[in-house]
């Protein structure tokens, strides 16, 4: 079993920056393509961006592409969420997950993890 911990979240006006980290432990990560997710208060948790467990293959939700990007380093066992251009939109808490492949829908990720807040100021 992988556990995994987000950080870097936090408060950040529009146009701003931040990044992601999720740590591992227990596993390695190399073996596991990873996503995150947001969800945002009321809402459904929702697809962000996904990357295989080489950095080979990603995916993006349209509501992000162009403004996030994904990555992962096997060696530190961390897979980062670079978010750029941040819209009051973006305001959630941020998940990753560890998974079997690069997909959209959050069932097929079967380690979460505790989530960090993203909030941004209009």
């Known amino acids: 079993q992988v556990q995994l911990v987000e950080s870097g979240g936090g408060l950040v006006q529009a146009g701003g920056s931040l990044r992601l980290s999720c740590a591992a432990s227990?596993?390695?990560?190399?073996?596991?393509?990873m996503g995150w997710f947001r969800q945002a208060p009321g809402k459904e948790r929702e697809f962000v961006a996904a990357?295989?467990?080489?950095?080979?293959?990603?995916a993006f939700a349209d509501s992000v592409k162009g403004r996030f990007t994904i990555s992962r380093d096997n060696a530190k066992n961390t897979v980062y969420l670079q978010m750029n251009t941040l819209k009051p939109e973006d305001t959630a808490v941020y998940y990753c997950?560890?998974?079997?492949?690069?997909?959209?829908?959050?069932?097929?990720?079967?380690?979460w993890g505790q989530g960090t807040q993203v909030t941004v100021s209009s």
């Open positions: 997950a560890a998974g079997p492949m690069v997909v959209t829908h959050r069932a097929a990720y079967k380690n």
């Open positions: 227990g596993r390695t990560l190399s073996t596991y393509a």
């Open positions: 990357i295989s467990w080489s950095g080979g293959s990603t």
